[in-house]
């Protein structure tokens, strides 16, 4: 399937999603979808820095915190439209990546994971005590019951969860257009031997700027509209932990190689997450998380798609044992 047909296809998804919740007149199905659909944009970043190239980033909520704040700042100066919002909070936090990935991609394996790590602590050091955002007290954001469209009162969850829709449709286009290119094989001859990749000629150090751009964008658009669907931003919940811990998880529960991986993980674990919040408490989610991924490590250390994989490749071996069989004299 062709990028432009895969697009449209999600559209069309994404369309029959949004006119299924406006069918159930709930608004809780709007912002617990906006959280899942938030996860999904997150995952995909995360993934292509992760997944596609073998590099494991532990500050992935300074990402999602650079758009939300970027979009605060925007909001004080000058009020913009949420998608215009969007991309500043993309360009905000794929700077960011590219200014990591200057200072930290000679790095390798764990040490470059703590570099992100600490990399996350600095910038929510800055944000704690930079008064314009307003520093530890946080910020309000108080933004329209409804949207005025056309003529249409639009409630603005409503909004926020359509935006959102059209941005995670976006993000797995790009996750997918990269996976399928020169781009991406350049990103696998890093995850599987980036010595040998260095050895061949291939400019690792030019995809692994490119891998930290792309994702940190990613993250950050993800994180543009939180302002908004919250009313209250503070650094403890810009930077939360569920962000950084989530990010990792949902790709490797759903699989790290494919677009699809983040997608799967993103859907079963933020909707595991959410009816855990309405049915028990948010406290648990943490505690879903690691009892999943501790899981998910021992019996299918490679996701969901491994196990999908692996079934299929034992049906396949199964029925050419069967022909051979059959057609033996």
Partial sequence: MKSPVFFLVWIVVAAIVFAFGLYLKNDYFFFAGYTVLQYVVLATGWN?????????NFGSAAFFAMGAYASVVMHKVAPLPVPLLIIIGGIVSGLVGLGMGYLTLRLRGAFFAIATLALAVVLQTLIVNWDFVGGSRGAYIIRPNTLDIAGLQIPYIEYLFALMLILAVCAL????????????????????????????????????????????????????????YIGYLQPSSAFGLEYAVNSIAMPMIGGTTSWVGPLIGAI???????????????????LIVGLLLTGFVIIAPNGILGLIHKFRGQSDADKVGRRVIRETP
């Fill in 48 to 56: 292509i820095l992760g997944g596609y190239t073998g590099y494991v």
């Fill in 173 to 228: 286009t790009v996750a997918r257009i990269v996976e399928r290119s020169r781009l991406g094989f350049g990103f696998a001859t890093i995850r599987d031997d980036e010595v040998a990749a260095e050895a061949c000629g291939v400019p690792t150090l030019r995809l692994k700027l490119m891998a930290t751009t792309l994702s940190g964008a990613l993250m950050g658009m993800a994180g543009a509209p939180f302002p908004y």
């Fill in 268 to 286: 079963v674990l933020g909707t595991l997450q959410q009816v855990a919040t309405v049915t028990i408490s948010s406290a648990v989610n943490l």
